[in-house]
């Protein structure tokens, strides 16, 4: 679907086009046209090929609806870039979906191909309207604010999944639910891994933008990038801390379940031996024989009651003492 | 085995050969042979070798069926390139199967070698012969073709994976049978270990076909090696992330045990309260002292009998309270 | 908030200066300015940006006060260097806090912004003023001089948590509070996360300031810059030891808590039995039986009750040899 | 002691030498001498120092007989090589010995020293008489034939222990005994770990003899060492997949006796049932209260007996149905 | 301390010097002083930073005694390299010292700096003055003659470590003393983190003195350095496996406990089974009922208790069989 087709000249919006006049605006010096799709048929993208002159590969690679997702990444082909950029976004559920958003930049054009992702970049076309000065640098600076935009989405979505790992630890050593705390430790890592998986391979490629030798279309804008880049750096960063932490965690899970386990042995066997001696001692004076002169005494039975209560007392002063009760 | 021996000039295919002509169309401009062996005899191998001038320890490595399965790799022989890639595909038992495909490259010919696979590749000649415009690039694309094939049939075996993998996540939180599902992710990390040495060290020679200096025979191809490359590094990520998974997947698992361990055992314990006190009550009027009022009176029986229901009750609301029953 | 604001000439100070002059000092030969801020307004940041010509990026990052805490780095931004150091200070409540100190080097001034962190660099301007054979360095030796401070701000931060991490050594043998000692472990590991993701950024990044390249305000300096670099590698070091230590220690706790608990396994069985066999016993004379002799026995009762002591007293000496008891 | 020492000349033996001799050959253009010792005294060594010239530092490498088993290594001392190599073969009592060939290369010479490993290289001598096309190449394809045979053995000590891990694999999950199963994956991990400092260094060193610069007598025999490098990275590649199994398995057993544990704990709570609720039943029965009219009944006894083990086969049926009997 | 201070020329003693005279020596050609201290005082310090003309920095790091060891690092100022090397030896109570020498190196003199160190460099000095062919290379080769030194001093250090890890090994499988185990293995894996960090720094540096540029001091002393390298190597190696070992045998040691609190359960359990069903017999017949026709028989008694005696000689065979007893 198209969603916005737009002429710039000098840093300032020029006029909407239609998808077919787009070769007409390519030719005219210092002008660009960025068109923004979502989710293209097949015939929108054979009419940007034609009018780009895109390579197959890199269709092929934006056009595939029905594979997984794309991987982030920046590949030349010739003056041309194509950018696979990875967005994560929650869905109503809470759950971590990533999408994909395929930039195509040349000389005179952007097109950006959004798959798997609500969220579009309408906010981003309008903050680089409002920088005609920084728009001047033309369809490169097209490209930072896009992968501008896609890195910060990135980080709302981190902190959610940093503070629902703080929750977690804090209801580790509560110890109300290691069951409950391990199932959701292994989600927080699922979705770690997720992220990671969006953002590494972008840091990779984006460290191509800036510093040595840089595509022609980025040139003068490596400041931007690497701007870009250091937000990633930081990402990345905070995605493994906390894929550390989890791993942590899961062990600290583990012993703290194991010394809840000593702890209850140890109460229930206190709790065992303040029943069985009793039980024991009872037992000496269900005997049989014929000669046993405590049976006879007056004070036998209440004498016998007061000594379990003895024995047991002290038990129960001694476990206690001892930590086990 | 013969598959298959064809020439083709100008992308277009020119004649099926039989094996002792192949030489009349290696001399001619512009022409290059694609033969395509299955578990050849030596005698095929020698032939081959002698016709293209192939190298003896390239030759040796194709033809020992004696050994363990080939490791991934690409050497360059002066001008000529010999690969070996390694197929994965799943046997009737389910299980993955490595096999070997050796294709040796020269500037006018191509000659595959399969092993220890079932799967042939007709289907890739088929689609290159409908290509015509893209074979001509000569051999080289055809080695391209080869590896596209081998590397996109990787992608249902790793699916099935990690479908077997989400499988006993399920089965993993439920715990229902702890015992199979740690045998389960055992030979799950078996099979991606077996994955991921078939696709790593492909990896690593793919990146040698683009880029920098690149053999004669790639040349012109960079991005379609590329993109081989692409699909591998996506692969090798996959891996990764499911043999972490299946790590982490032992962890819990070892985890979810203990716990449900721990639950037992307060269960049992519990339980156990529930029989022990109204045994050691028993005891105590089966003592057999003289004087034991509670003995004669009238309702002393159901008084103790309802003394122990008491008891019994009370231990049940606290246990259930404390959710150990 | 200003801090101070001095200019300095030929390595001695010249005089103190107000933010709206500093213009005029920048003009004079062999002169620089050195002003400090701390927490700055919006209103400051712009001013210095006008006097020293700061990069747009460079001054937002310094300045985004809800953010969280920005990662050490050294940016080039044409001559002038824009560097980021993390602090680290312990809160009154003994958490380590990080902090931001952000630095603008250019050949005639140094800016310092500091964020997050109660501790000034006043005692570096002293030590700093008492040196005018290396302040005549100029600007870069002030860049050196901070960062110096910094780094050795991190020592005794970091002997505080290793001297932490050793009490809860003593503590993990002792065996005292298993679950206490995994608390302190975990949160030690936390701190050591922090401590690591505060210095490692920063050593990669003082790598640049020696050696090949370097930038044109720290040339002539390379000596006092591998010093710092020694310094944090050296710090980085002891980290990364902490942590594996605390990785050990974790298993090792792990470890002890299993063995405690076999142990107290065995304890228990032990007393279970010496209360179990004399239950037994005594259940047997509790019998009904028409004929039983020993029942009619004069010493009856005692005999049972001296067989009961000698197996228990039999039972205990073999426990007390296993090592049960 | 002397194994061997004979003269070659373009690829063919010319002369069994004496080694006071040696000197005579070695000015004859074309020609190299491959003398090949066995656990030499001083004394021969210091002959073939003096022969051939050699570096003191080598010799005291390839000599020292008291120190630890040298690690594999190529230095270049001038335009001679001196390779370390390590062997591996098992001993009469089944555990893997690391011998070493210390291999000095010159232009007119080899030198090979063995120690600590029985067998010896006459089949390589004997091979590469027979392949005098290639011996044509001299010392250098002399000391390819060396590595490759040290190399091609490591192939069935691997296949040994791998076999060893897949039958403790069997009785892993089989369960019979975890005791034996850990301490045989321990001991398995060890030989690995022998392994692999066997075979990781030479891998490292031996990328020096092809590819870029390599040493001049080597020259021209890239493809052969090539191929031996081949041989060691997949030797490599199963060592490390191997240790990785042991670790899982490891991790894989220890969760194995935790289930057995908590499945033994589940039976044997179950039988306990069965004995203790009629235990407590009987008890009930024992108590001497006047009133128990149930005590009277004619078929009090059969009734509770009845009701004993109607309960008990409930018990039962319950238990087999939750599967813990 | 000044221990020695000696003149050097031509490979040869010269004389020894008093400190003051230092200078009048360095201005002779061919000629090098080499100077020991042990823990210096600072005047001493001051001094030979006064005749040798030694960077603040460097002499600052040999000096501060108040001080973290320092780490091993090679670093030139201008001509002059200042290495640090650190220094293991055993305590009297058998912990690991780590001590550090630092040696300043110009090309006529040598300074060696010693500190938390007992053993002196008395040996080397000996050593290198009976090879007066090799001192005659001039300062370079006693820096090679001290780095040797402290290097070999390693070797001893680490073996009575991996002795110290094979006792624990055995005592692992033994079974004896699981808790013990665990406390060495722990100090264990410290001692060798501590060995790592004296060493690894150092293999790092080491590197940099031979092979590509190296310091002109170092200058045609390749080979010696290199070998000093390849110990480094070695020792390196050799922590690494130990270190490894020590990780998996906690690993071992937690599954050993693991399955002797297993065997230990099972144990209990069948000793449990053996008084348990006895005790529930006899309280079958120790109740009250009027009618239970056992009770009159003659032989009830002794028939009851053959019965026990038959259903225990069946349950302990069940169970020896079992392996549980």
Redesign the interface.
């Known amino acids: 679907m198209l969603i916005n087709c737009v002429a710039y000249r000098e840093g300032r919006k020029v006029a909407h086009v239609e998808l077919r006049d787009v070769h007409t605006y390519l030719q005219q010096a210092g002008t660009f046209v960025w068109v923004a799709l979502h989710e293209p048929t097949q015939a929108e993208l054979a009419t940007m090929q034609e009018e780009f002159d895109l ?1 197959d ?1 890199a269709v092929e ?1 934006a056009g595939h609806s029905h594979e ?1 997702v ?2 982030a ?1 920046i ?1 030349e ?1 010739g003056d041309a870039l194509f950018v696979v950029l990875n967005t994560a976004e929650f869905t109503p559920t809470d759950e971590i979906k990533i999408g994909e958003v395929g930039i195509f930049v040349g000389k005179n054009y952007v097109l950006s191909v959004r798959r798997r992702t609500e969220r579009g970049f309408r906010d981003v076309r309008s903050r680089v309207e409002r920088e005609p000065e920084l728009l001047r640098h033309g369809s490169g600076y097209v490209l930072y604010a896009l992968m501008d935009a896609v890195v910060d989405r990135y980080f709302p979505v981190l902190d959610a999944v940093e503070a629902e790992l703080e929750a977690i630890e804090e209801q580790l ?1 509560a110890g109300d639910d ?2 409950g705390s ?2 959701a ?2 989600y927080v ?2 979705e770690l ?1 997720t992220l990671k ?1 969006a953002t590494a ?1 972008l840091l990779e490629a984006t460290a191509k933008l800036f510093g040595g030798r840089v595509p022609h279309t980025c040139a003068g804008l490596g ?2 990038f ?2 870009v880049y ?1 937000h990633l ?2 990402i990345n ?1 905070s995605i493994d ?1 906390a894929r ?2 989890v791993s ?15 702890e ?3 109460r ?2 206190a ?3 303040l ?6 001692i ?11 002169p ?8 209440p004498l ?2 007061a000594l379990i209560a003895l024995i047991d007392g002290l038990l129960f002063y001694r476990f206690r003492k001892a930590g086990w009760l």
Chains 1, 2, 3, 4, 5 share one sequence.
Not at 250 to 258: R, T
């Open positions: 390579h590969l690679d997984a794309a991987r990444k590949e082909y050593f290691p069951r391990i199932e430790l292994y890592k699922q891994t998986h391979p400041e931007y690497r701007d250091d750096i930081r960063q801390a550390e932490t942590t965690a899961i062990q600290v899970n583990l012993a703290m379940v194991q010394v809840s386990e000593s209850v042995t140890k229930l066997a709790y065992g031996a029943v069985a001696v009793p039980t024991m009872v037992g000496v004076y269900g005997m049989n024989f014929a000669q046993m405590e049976l006879k005494w007056t004070l036998g039975y016998v009651m």
